[in-house]
């Protein structure tokens, strides 16, 4: 069954860039049709897409992060990622990665998520 | 952007009862609404996608209506593992958005 699985620093000092990483396993990244997102929750508040990826690498980013976001596809690792400069504590958030099985689908695979502190 | 409204935004229920939470989109989203149910701590996951489709391993004592711009989550009979918060999401156009939460305690 595929897994995903956040992985990066917990703690991101101010106008420095945010990196995550979100490992793929149970299936390839590039064996399918399927969308790779990346989601975010500040502390107790709700959903916000930052944007997905494709395995061919083509990407869409929510316009309200779009000047600071950056997704990739790095097929070899099975995995994708996200980076995010210039962050403030408005960052502070659960970061989720998930599948959708199209574009403008539903997210029907999420990873647990990781907590990462702007400070 | 299309902004999502759910309401309540919380709600207190008992096990047994019939819970209805409504989601109001502000611009026509036919029928591209997704719901999620997320427990404190966990990932949010996929109940019902496309306004009535349950997804796999669902109960189903969860169950969607509405298209349009109005939409209601409706659980048949409240369990236990139930309590948690919910959100719905459209995926009609980008950006996705989601509204802000319905939380259902006891």
């Known amino acids: 069954q595929l897994q995903l699985q956040e992985s990066g620093p917990g703690l991101v000092k101010p106008s420095e860039t945010l990196s995550l990483s979100c490992s793929v396993s149970g299936g390839s990244i590039s064996s399918s049709s399927y969308y790779w997102a990346w989601i975010r929750q500040p502390p107790g508040k709700g959903l916000e897409w930052i944007g997905s990826?494709?395995?061919?690498?083509?990407?869409f980013y929510n316009p309200s992060l779009k000047s600071r976001v950056t997704i990739s596809v790095d097929r070899s690792k099975n995995h994708f990622s996200l980076k995010l400069s210039s962050v403030t504590a408005a960052d502070t958030a659960v970061y989720y990665c998930?599948?959708?099985?199209?574009?403008?689908?539903?997210?029907?695979?999420w990873g647990q998520g990781t907590m990462v502190t702007v400070s | 952007d299309i902004q999502m409204t759910q309401f309540p935004s919380s709600l207190s229920a008992s096990v047994g009862d019939r819970v209805t939470i409504t989601c109001r989109a502000s611009?026509?989203?036919?029928?591209?609404l997704n719901w999620y149910q997320q427990k404190l701590g966990k990932a949010p996951k996929l109940l019902i996608f496309a306004a009535s489709s349950l997804q796999g391993g669902v109960p189903s004592s969860f169950s969607d209506s509405g298209s349009g711009t109005d939409f209601t989550l409706t659980i048949s009979s409240l369990q236990p593992e139930d309590f948690a918060t919910y959100y719905c999401q459209q995926t009609y156009s980008t950006p996705p958005t989601f509204g802000q939460g319905t939380k259902v305690q006891l």
């Open positions: 611009q026509s989203i036919g029928t591209s």
């Open positions: 990826v494709y395995n061919s690498g083509i990407t």
């Open positions: 998930a599948r959708a099985p199209q574009w403008l689908g539903p997210f029907d695979i």
